[in-house]
């Protein structure tokens, strides 16, 4: 073979193949590789069945070193930095306060499942002091900083963070449904959040990427244990009923909205939060198909999550017989 013959190979990354400024098809191209690495089935089965004993031992999952230095504008894949900037500032924001975050779903859940409202929202003593963190907000409140940095990176300037403030617990008669619509909404947002963090792996490379990619197992690892354990609390919960209550949700008029807030509401600060009307057509139609690519894995794994399989990995649920019907 003659050197001539020999072509140059595309370069890849955790995307998949890397061209310098991706047409649609290929960013799509690259949501698809994003998702067959990062959400499968036995990726969805591994992380539920590390929860018992995350609920017994918590044990922070350690990221791997970024190299920060690296993170410039030029790993940036088919956006440009303001845009991707725009939307780094609306994650940010989101993500905190993550305090705020788990002290209310530890309240929601403190009545019926202790051990699960230790897992996100750690401990409390008598007076209501915080004595132990959670593991979701250690993991979670990595996320923050991360991003800041990768903005600083980017932009060259610190951040302007403007923290939402966490909607307060609020009890209601029936405990186990009040959690019900809370847990849904924590689900989306964990949801939202993957698929968001992917859709930005499609367009970086590189220490971006990667550092990207730890958010984003971090939030598949969270939405899959909040998922099945909802599976496991509420067995009659089917796809239908999830259907249901989000819809219920998300058309609940601000008048007239549930304990937990309209969802339509959540959405639209969401949207105008990540600058959704600076992207291009094109960015918003990747992003809905990021939605769609990353759901269909889940909707695959969620049919497993059977009360045969639960039960003996998460025990008898302490309810039986007191199915929310929300
Ligand atoms: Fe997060
Ligand atoms: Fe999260």
Redesign the pocket.
Known sequence: MTTASVSKPIPTDLAGELVAHPNGLQILQRIRQLTKRYVTEAVLRDRLEELPQQLDCPTLRPWGAIAWREVTADQLVGIDPETFCATLLGTINTEAPIRGYTQSSRQYLAACYPAMARFVGGEVDDSGQLTTIGLWERE?KRHTPALAKMYRCLSGQHPDIVPHSARPYRPAADPHENLYRHGLHRVAT?YG?ACLYLWMMAHSTGALQAALGELLID?IN?MTKFWGFGMWAYPDSSLLKIGQTLSRALVAKTRDRTTQGSLLHTLRRMMHELAWERWSTTQRLTFLYTLDQVIKPICQWHQSLTPAYLTPLLGQRPLAGNDTNA
């Open positions: 979670e964990e959040a939030e969270h």
